[in-house]
């Protein structure tokens, strides 16, 4: 897949061209699995750095998974901006159901556990996916 052509991602296309730099140069992950393993090992290393009240070194490492990331959508040949962007908007209707379904109920949002916001939350994502599947080519 060529560089994400984004204009306003200019973080996530320099961490493509940064990537394919190396890649081209043979530093690269002879295939996905090695870039699994660094997503786990970043993700690691800020609950490591967090646990530990160290919030600037999980900060740092945050940049280091959103790095990681930004390769292992190179590796999927997907446009990372692209996919957050559906993302983003994915988990806006979704959460949109969700208001819906508790405002049903006769509630707010705001007077809910977190559990009950969990259960509501995976109904919505049963529903939303089940109708996304039928668009996905």
Known sequence: MAEPDDAGHDALRQAWRVHNSASSLGFDWPDISGV??????ELGEIEHAWGGGDRVHARRELGDL????????????ADPSAELIE???????????????????????????????????????????????????
């Open 87 to 137: 993302a983003t908007a994915r988990f806006g209707r979704r959460f949109e159901l969700l208001k819906q379904e508790v405002s049903r109920e006769g509630r707010r949002v705001q007077e809910c556990s977190l559990s009950e916001l969990d259960a509501v939350w995976e109904r919505v994502k049963r529903m939303t996916t089940e109708h996304e599947k039928g668009f996905d080519p």
């Open 66 to 77: 959103l790095f990681a990331a930004v390769n292992l959508a190179r590796f999927l040949e």
């Open 36 to 41: 699994f393993a660094k997503v786990r090992e």
